[in-house]
T-cell receptor, first 111, second 113 residues
């Protein structure tokens, strides 16, 4: 039973354009949602998070939107840069418990 | 601030052999996690420690996997005996308190042949 789903294995965008990565979840009890970025041969690095009581969180070029009624969140990267090319993982959890990850979306930004 | 340290980075073993991985979390982080990431999948939790106590090991295959966290700091994960399907990257992470700010190490890539 996959509680966090990233249905798009890959996404390609041009430099300067917007990248939108999507994530769906099934557990309505999740309190926090996070995005991690992973380069090859490195561990995941924390990118941005959002609490379930909010619907938007912004940090520079990165914005996460949460739609609780649809059990859906998205990560927007504007503008996209070649250095953003990586695997992006959506993760979620209830307070006090470990993160549950999606399968990841590989983002490729071409110059 | 030093990050999460893991060793070794790579390990190749034959099936039925044993292997151990080591993790040193960020200083002061009470919570430590071991995740398994199979190629093409997201990280899957194996075990979560709070200080030196186990919080969640429901997905740890206890017939072959074991983990301990001595004195609430370093941790080791052991596989004995290894199977081909154990080939994966084993990630250690730590946090002050779940869930925010879980920091990952670089991982250990295990290949079982």
């Amino acid at each position: 039973d996959q509680q966090v789903k990233q249905n798009s294995p890959s996404l390609s965008v041009q430099e300067g354009r917007i990248s939108i990565l999507n994530c769906d979840y099934t557990n309505s009890m999740f309190d926090y949602f996070l995005w991690y970025k992973k380069y090859p041969a490195e561990g995941p690095t924390f990118l941005i998070s959002i609490s379930s009581i909010k619907d938007k969180n912004e940090d520079g070029r990165f914005t996460v939107f949460l739609n609780k009624s649809a059990k859906h969140l998205s990560l927007h990267i504007v503008p996209s840069q070649p250095g953003d090319s990586a695997v992006y993982f959506c993760a979620a959890n209830q307070a006090g418990t470990a993160l549950i990850f999606g399968k990841g979306t590989t983002l490729s930004v071409s110059s | 601030e030093a990050g999460v340290a893991q060793s070794p980075r790579y390990k190749i073993i034959e099936k039925r052999q044993s292997v151990a991985f080591w993790c040193n979390p960020i200083s002061g982080h009470a919570t430590l996690y071991w995740y398994q990431q199979i190629l093409g999948q997201g990280p899957k939790l194996l075990i979560q420690f709070q200080n030196n106590g186990v919080v969640d090991d429901s997905q740890l295959p206890k017939d072959r996997f074991s983990a301990e966290r001595l004195k609430g700091v370093d941790s080791t994960l052991k596989i004995q005996p290894a199977k081909l399907e154990d080939s994966a990257v084993y990630l250690c992470a730590s946090s002050l308190a779940p869930p925010i700010g879980a920091f990952f190490g670089q991982g250990t890539r295990l290949t079982v042949v």
